[in-house]
């Protein structure tokens, strides 16, 4: 996985500083998938303060696991268009303290959030697994080090589902209620066969990109999702990038006054 220099930090929202590395999206369709942000870890590896955090981690309850929906596809796009629900999931990497204003803010406006979790964000930040659920938010599955997961062979593509299930497993009790593969907006048929082996019935996808890792700018991300969202649409953010804190509120405000409600994956298919 080739790496890029590291980002100059950004501010947005209610003066939200944003250091440290960025967020790094997976490709969509006609895009090219862009690099993960500079880590100054080894692969794979958790530095000595995650470790030792790690430690002080009390073993916690268990948390939502997966569940087969009869009738659903292998892989989800978008929930029941009858009803005015919506879910917005976010590809979990990047600077902790983004991910918690964007939690934050959505806990204020009423609304839970979808987070797909990278491994090694996990290993770095283990207590925002904790964070996440206790704010009554989805968890799940995003890949252990967000690699191009459909390029890669059998045994390399089940050991990078694996590892980011074994994380979430010992940080919440539970594998995750969700896999989205990593560097595609679809799996391949290799890796949905994977992650059903790892215990995720079911592959999550979207219908809405906001390709807010392309930095646009708050303005161009609010239009991006709000002009494409619609009863149960599964919408594409990224933690990690200061324009998406800034776009969220007018996100959620919008949504709000269209009687759309933004909902964890998990109730959108309920």
């Not at 995650?50 to 796009?77: F, I, N, Y």
């Not at 497993?169 to 209620?177: A, F, N, P, Y």
């Not at 609010?222 to 509120?249: D, I, Q, W």
Request: charged share 20%; proline share 8%.
């Amino acid at each position: 996985m080739t790496h890029t220099d590291r980002r100059t930090a950004l501010r947005a929202g209610a003066g939200l500083a944003a250091g440290g590395a960025l967020a790094a999206g997976c490709a969509t369709t006609g895009a090219v998938a862009h690099p993960a942000p500079t880590s100054t870890t080894p692969t794979g590896a958790a530095p000595a303060h995650a470790a030792s955090a790690r430690a002080a981690t009390p073993v916690p309850a268990v948390a939502p696991a997966p569940r087969r929906l009869p009738g659903q596809p292998s892989e989800l796009t978008h929930g029941p268009r009858n009803r005015p629900r919506v879910a917005l999931t976010f590809h979990g990497q990047g600077d902790p303290s983004i991910a918690r204003s964007l939690l934050t803010t959505a806990e204020k406006h009423g609304a839970r959030l979808t987070v797909l979790a990278v491994g090694t964000w996990l290993d770095d930040h283990p207590d925002i697994a904790r964070r996440i659920l206790d704010g009554g938010h989805d968890l799940g599955n995003h890949t252990h080090r967000h690699l191009n997961i459909n390029a890669m062979s059998e045994s390399a593509a089940q050991a990078e589902i694996q590892a980011c299930a074994d994380r979430l497993k010992r940080l919440t009790g539970s594998i995750g209620t969700w896999f989205r593969p990593s560097r595609s907006p679809r799996a391949s048929p290799l890796v949905e066969r994977l992650a059903a082996r790892a215990g995720y019935p079911h592959v999550l996808s979207y219908d809405v990109d906001s390709l807010d890792f392309t930095e646009p700018g708050a303005a161009a991300v609010t239009r991006k999702v709000l002009g494409e969202v619609r009863n149960g649409s599964v919408v594409s953010l990224h933690f990690g990038y200061p324009g998406t804190v800034a776009a969220l509120p007018a996100v959620l405000d919008e949504l709000g006054r269209r009687g759309l409600h933004a909902v964890t994956t998990t109730e959108l298919f309920s």
